[in-house]
T-cell receptor
Framework: AQKVTQAQTEISVVEKEDVTLDCVYE???????LFWYKQPPSGELVFLIR??????QNEISGRYSWNFQKSTSSFNFTITASQVVDSAVYFC?????????FGTGTRLLVSP | GAGVSQSPRYKVAKRGQDVALRCDPI?????LFWYQQALGQGPEFLTY????????KSGLPSDRFFAERPEGSVSTLKIQRTQQEDSAVYLC???????????????FGPGTRLTVL
């Protein structure tokens, strides 16, 4: 069975702080994909990144960076110099065949 | 349209009523998914279509839940005899590629928030 664990329920930071959101996954598939989605208060899920299981290169996109480590089954997400607009719920997800399996999400609150 | 659309955005039903939730996927997208998101939880898979074929309905919680996509585009999720535990946001997603292909991000609609009184 596939499972995604986001142990951090809620994180509060002050603007300009760096913050890391943790994600640990379980799967027996040898080929799989990992995702991060952002869910702002409006409710729509916004795609942030996809990584496949064969590519462990870390990725940076502006203030966002992702650290994928198969040895620890982790796919962590770091926001550098956080901004108020980053406030949202962030979901890590795992896809094997078709469906996405989501974690329970981490609520990030960035205060001015 | 530019994205996945869902209607209605909000639905209030009395316990025992039937409801129908609509999803318009991105034009040309082959795959369509329904997820249920309870308050404070992550979305959970309900069912999956490839064109008009329902290939996986393993996530449907009971036989009161029924989904269809008769012409391979618009999909409807129907819930019969609604119960309070059905209260949730129902999300629809579509993707361009068929199963197994790499570039198959799922694009989500805004969801329908169902409240059963």
């Amino acid at each position: 069975a596939q499972k995604v664990t986001q142990a951090q329920t809620e994180i509060s930071v002050v603007e300009k702080e760096d913050v890391t959101l943790d994600c640990v996954y379980e799967t027996r598939d040898t080929t799989y994909y990992l995702f991060w989605y952002k869910q702002p208060p409006s409710g729509e899920l916004v795609f942030l990144i996809r990584r496949n299981s064969f590519d462990e290169q870390n990725e940076i996109s502006g203030r966002y960076s992702w650290n994928f480590q198969k040895s620890t089954s982790s796919f962590n997400f770091t926001i550098t110099a956080s901004q108020v607009v980053d406030s949202a719920v962030y979901f890590c997800a795992l896809r094997g065949f078709q469906k996405l399996v989501f974690g329970t999400g981490t609520r990030l609150l960035v205060s001015p | 349209g530019a994205g996945v659309s869902q209607s209605p955005r909000y639905k209030v039903a009395k316990r025992g009523q039937d409801v129908a939730l609509r999803c318009d996927p991105i034009s040309g997208h082959v795959s369509l998914f329904w997820y249920q998101q309870a308050l404070g939880q992550g979305p959970e898979f309900l069912t999956y279509f490839q064109n008009e074929a329902q290939l996986d309905k393993s996530g449907l919680p009971s036989d009161r839940f029924f989904a269809e996509r008769p012409e391979g585009s618009v999909s409807t999720l129907k819930i019969q005899r609604t119960q309070q535990e059905d209260s949730a946001v129902y999300l629809c997603a579509s993707s361009l590629a068929i199963r197994g292909e790499a570039n198959n991000e799922q694009f989500f609609g805004p969801g329908t928030r169902l409240t059963v009184l």
